[in-house]
């Protein structure tokens, strides 16, 4: 089975599922830091417009644009879906379903060369003539269409061809994430019997391959507009410059689940471990995810509620919208009921998956403002808006991601994390978040709109400046909060005290690998025995009860 | 999959019905009035689609799990198709 | 790498297949996407018969019959996998892949003739749709040819014989842009 | 308390948007507490102990699931009310204009607002129009039409104040309109990402009482001939 690698095999052009999955957390993680940049030099300008930003310089309007376009870009699908979907579905989807690695690993290789290609194109778009695109995130024709509307030309392009290549890397790891789940599960693994963040991955990887089409057929059209003169877009040439928004939102709601369903995930595979109870409601939370899938396929247009859109087409809309809270409220209930008459204990990945559950329910609350399309007249393209999206991506991508993180570190890298340190971490990022994102609530009720680079050119808002003040300290103590976390990984990474194999004693397959498995990961292929979260059960005497530990009771049979 | 010689569907003869299909939709293009026309050649199309899916991509004899992964995409597709009427067709 | 991963399959179906389906599922909201949204553009406006009236039908209707046939060979090319006939799988692999240069070539005429008749993709709402969505075709079918040239030469070199079942992975995507074409033919030159 | 967080409301139908906004602020309010208030209450309950097993629970029964379930079906239940509240307000609002006293038409270009009064004959498009850039004047207790267009790229028309906003999209013509109540300069900024000038893209709604607007149309709009 492991025979010698050499150096490039084994770290660089690997086919090997954990180290796809690494070099996918590298990057994101990287990305982050640049996203983190973006976030820091926005909300200085915020406050302080038109001063110098202390280590950068003065802010102009066309980069402040761009700032906001590549904030928005690389958060969502360069950090978000590389560390939420790439990382951790590659790394846990072949060791919880009992695989030796993917179904196709040299697709999965290839699908991390192509990610990296787009990478390397978004970093190129910063340096070209005229520099990155600065259309907004969700680039809106003919604002994005035409290069002489924002003067800038090959950086826009670049970011469309960028978006093309992560879309075509990420369908080729949803078709491998798809295709592992439904072929290479080990004996025994039913489909009810996989652990909900495998549930979680596959459904996110189905509503990604299923929406991105049409965004990719309207990027296509978009990049032939800027290049070789078409009008799809542009009115003057018989075009429709909502076209676009319909493609973009057909793909881009989906795409909040895609990130926020893995997010919930390893929520939903933490919370049992350390209440050492099973998760309330396993199959219900499966219908619900399924359920809130479906339903993400018609509830797109409520972006677009004043678009321009046919005002017929909004209350339907509004009505899925705001009935898609049931699943998720569903969800949310099973994992509230998993806590009651548990036996809790708070290391730092149970911190962060509580932290990710009640940031994610206000996140969650406030999106029925949005909507409810009578009160998104007022609310659309204000702050509101944007707190609103931070509670929900931002404890998806970051608060959930560190659970992860913090929870599979042994599995990843073969040594714990430091406690204190991860502690600290948590109330840091914690306090400093609602800190920043609370107050942006109300200075979008105030009437701020999105995207502006200076709030005091209007008059309205310049009594809110005092808040914007104080979302940005918040802001810059927030990022300032991470240092204990690069600390402590790095640290951690070199020095940290040596796992063992389960030291969680957790139910899944990957405990029963090594820390960190080999490549192929198992010794022998697992046989499955019982569905993942059997703690506290009444058959073991110790409080928990490995999927593949065979008992020899009957009623261990019957499970 | 082997679907074995006996009964594997006749390649040629599919093909021949393929192209006859082409010709009813050109023959329609010409002889029918407008609405009738695009009415037939679009169902001739469907027809064709689904000659080839079945046999040529042989539908006919895989698990059910291969037509919820072609069927969904299309449901998805329509889906989208009606959505977009209110917008650009009905808007003037 | 680990061979087990491909053989094992917990459905029965091959795990190839399988693959292949999902990706063609995503395929299919692509140029669902691109059909959708010219219906409804060109329906919500006027004056694209005219236009449609400048494409080269019989050019179209030619691209048609190759591609047709072009399927029909590589259906045939699975067929010689299913009866272990490498010579003739070599033979309608090759032929596969000469239809497929021969439709490129053709598009590539019509495109040069619309254009000198001043119908570029710039030429108004019609013409952006028609290079649009013949344009991704083609690169599609030209996808579909790069991957029937390895396997013939893989055929032709007999190296194929461990992965022929990739015969009929190729074929579901040739058949796929087949179907393609069939919408696209009658939506762009019939209408 | 909420009330000081938005701006004055000027507009007829601009209340019953914030009514609809608290309705909603109540309804999530609650539930936020209730959730975020089990979530604390169990943590510190059933934090772990010497010798305290937890309770085998797995929920999937559905006496057992019913614990999520009835809250879920209350879920759905508001949700409903919440669409039908909104679905009234949303038809007065975008569904239907009412017949109106005054015509304008809007027209977004990179980076102002370029606003256009019909003149004495009422009509638009006829040489007696009026044009002023960045300045919308009407009179306060009249219906007014606008009629959103276009020049380049989408712009949004948002006036806080009256609780309104609506894309202006090239090449289409999109209908809004509103019943000012009360005299004031109030702002009209550009509310969808539009270019380099986007910030600082606004222009000014004034409300005149009625002798005062009948004054601003002698003295500004070109005269009958």
């Known amino acids: 089975m492991s025979e010698e690698l050499s150096f490039w095999r084994t770290y660089v052009f690997s086919t090997d599922h954990k180290t796809i999955a690494k070099q996918y957390l590298s990057l994101g993680l990287f990305w982050a830091l640049v996203g983190g940049l973006t976030a820091y030099l926005m909300r200085w300008q915020l406050a302080y417009p038109d001063t110098e930003v202390p280590g950068w310089g003065f802010i102009a309007p066309d980069f402040y644009n761009m700032l906001v376009t590549m904030h928005g870009t690389i958060m969502v699908f360069f950090v978000a879906m590389p560390i939420l979907l790439a990382s951790f579905g590659n790394f846990l989807i072949p060791l919880m379903i009992g695989s030796r690695d993917m179904a196709f690993p040299r697709l999965n290789m290839l699908s991390f060369w192509v990610f990296s290609l787009a990478s390397l194109t978004l970093l190129i778009s910063f340096f070209v003539p005229g520099g990155a695109a600065s259309a907004g995130w969700t680039g809106y024709p003919p604002l994005s269409a035409k290069a002489a509307y924002t003067g800038v030309n090959w950086g826009l392009n670049l970011w469309i061809l960028a978006l093309a290549l992560e879309f075509a890397s990420f369908l080729m790891g949803g078709v491998n994430f798809l295709t592992t789940t439904i072929n290479l599960r080990a004996p025994g693994m039913t489909f009810f019997r996989l652990p909900l963040i495998v549930w979680m991955q596959i459904t996110a990887a189905v509503l990604f391959m299923l929406s991105v089409g049409p965004l990719i057929a309207g990027a296509v059209m978009l990049l032939m507009d800027r290049v070789l003169g078409t009008t799809f877009y542009l009115p003057e040439g018989g075009g429709e410059p909502l076209l676009w928004q319909h493609l973009f939102w057909f793909f881009g709601h989906p795409e909040v689940y895609v990130i926020l369903l893995p997010g919930l995930g390893i929520v939903l595979e933490i919370m049992p471990v350390f209440s050492r109870k099973p998760i309330f409601g396993y199959r219900p939370i499966i219908y619900s995810t399924i359920a809130a899938g479906m339903l993400s396929f018609i509830v797109w247009a409520h972006h677009q509620f004043l678009s321009g859109m046919d005002p017929r087409l909004a209350m339907p809309f509004s009505i899925t919208t705001i009935i898609i809270s049931v699943p998720f409220a569903l969800i949310v209930f099973a994992m509230i009921a998993t806590l009651w008459r548990a036996s809790i204990s708070f290391p730092p990945p149970m911190l962060f998956a509580l932290g990710t559950l009640s940031i994610f329910i206000l996140g969650g609350l406030t999106g029925i403002f949005n909507g409810s399309a009578p009160v998104d007249i007022y609310i659309h393209d204000t702050y509101f808006v944007v707190a609103h999206f931070h509670y929900t991506l931002f404890s998806a991508t970051f608060f959930a991601g560190f659970a992860g993180l913090y929870f599979w570190f042994p599995k990843m890298f073969g040594r714990m994390m430091n406690e204190p340190l991860g502690k600290m971490h948590f109330w840091l990022t914690f306090i400093f978040f609602n800190a920043g994102f ?13 995207r502006i680079a200076n709030p005091m050119q209007y008059e309205f808002l310049q009594p809110l400046q005092p808040i914007n003040t104080f979302i940005t300290i918040a802001s810059v103590l927030l990022l300032l909060s991470q240092i204990p976390f690069v600390v402590n990984f790095l640290w951690s990474l070199m020095r940290g005290q040596v796992a063992e194999r389960n030291p969680w004693q957790a139910n899944t397959l990957e405990w029963s690998a090594a820390s960190p498995p080999p490549h192929g990961n198992f010794e022998t292929v697992p046989a499955v025995y019982r569905s993942p979260y059997e703690y506290s059960s009444p058959e073991a005497a110790e409080d928990w009860l490995p999927q593949d530990r065979p008992l020899a009771s009957p009623a261990a049979a019957r499970q | 999959m082997m679907i074995g010689e006996q009964n594997r569907p006749n390649y040629f003869g599919i093909w021949m019905a393929l192209l006859g299909l082409v010709a009813i939709s050109i ?6 009035p407008k609405s009738l026309a ?7 199309a469907i027809a064709k689609a689904l000659l080839v899916a079945l046999n040529y991509m042989h539908l006919k004899y895989e698990k059910l799990l291969l037509y919820i992964i072609a069927i969904v995409p299309v449901v998805i597709v329509i889906i989208l198709l009606f959505a977009l009427f209110p917008d650009f067709v009905f808007h003037r | 790498m680990d061979s087990r991963a491909q053989t094992l399959t917990s459905t029965g179906i091959p795990t190839g297949k399988v693959g292949v389906w999902w990706f063609l599922a995503s395929e299919i909201t692509v140029f669902g996407g691109l059909i959708a949204s010219y219906i409804v553009v060109r329906l919500g406006s006027s004056g694209w018969s005219e236009a449609a009236a400048h494409l080269n039908f019989s050019l179209g209707l030619a691209n048609t019959f190759v591609l047709l046939t072009s399927s029909l060979t590589m259906v045939l090319a699975f067929a010689a996998v299913e009866d272990k006939d490498p010579k003739r799988l070599g033979t309608y692999l090759g032929l596969t892949v000469l239809l497929g240069l021969a439709f490129l070539i053709i598009k590539a005429f019509e495109y040069t003739g619309e254009i000198a008749a001043g119908f570029t993709p710039a030429a108004g709402i019609f013409w952006s749709f028609y290079y649009g969505m013949t344009g991704l075709h083609a690169l599609h079918v030209l996808a579909g040819v790069i991957t029937n040239v390895i396997l013939s030469i893989a055929a032709i070199g007999k190296v194929l014989r461990p992965n022929e079942h990739r015969v009929e992975l190729a074929g579901l995507y040739w058949h796929f842009v087949d179907i393609v074409w069939i919408f696209l033919f009658p939506l762009l030159y019939l209408t | 308390m909420m009330a000081s967080w938005f701006p004055e409301n000027i507009s007829t139908f601009g209340g019953e948007i914030d009514s609809l906004f608290y309705l909603i602020f109540y309804i999530t309010g609650a539930w936020f507490l209730l959730t975020e208030g089990l979530i604390i209450f169990f943590l510190v309950r059933y934090r772990r102990s010497q010798g305290q097993r937890a309770v085998y629970v797995h929920g999937n029964n559905l006496k057992q699931a019913a614990w999520i379930l009835v809250p879920g079906a209350i879920v759905l239940l ?15 609002i975008k ?3 009412p017949p109106s006293d005054l015509l304008v038409q809007v027209t977004g270009k990179q980076f102002n607002w370029e606003i256009v009064y019909p003149g004495p004959d009422a009509r638009l498009g006829t ?40 894309d202006a999209v090239p090449g ?25 000038g986007h910030s600082g893209m606004s222009g000014w709604l004034i409300v005149h009482g009625p002798e005062e607007y009948e004054k601003w149309v002698k003295e500004h709009w070109p005269s009958e001939k």
């Open chain 1, 438 to 450: 609370v107050p942006m609530h109300f200075v979008g009720l105030g009437g701020m709109m999105r």
């Open chain 4, 95 to 97: 569904g239907r204009v």
């Open chain 2, 27 to 32: 023959a329609a293009s010409i002889v029918l």
């Open chain 4, 78 to 92: 508001l949700d409903l009310w919440i669409d039908f509240r909104g679905a009234e307000v949303w038809a007065k």
């Open chain 4, 172 to 196: 289409r013509v999109i209908e809004a309109w509103f019943e000012a109540t009360t005299p004031g300069r109030y702002e009209l900024p550009c509310a969808e990402l539009c270019g380099f």
């Open chain 2, 38 to 44: 695009l009415l037939l050649i679009f169902a001739v």
């Open chain 4, 127 to 166: 040489p007696d129009d009026l044009q002023i850039d960045n300045e919308l004047h009407v009179p306060a207790g009249k219906v007014v039409r606008v009629l959103l267009k276009s020049k380049d790229v989408i712009h949004s028309f948002f006036l806080p104040n009256l609780r309104l906003k609506q």
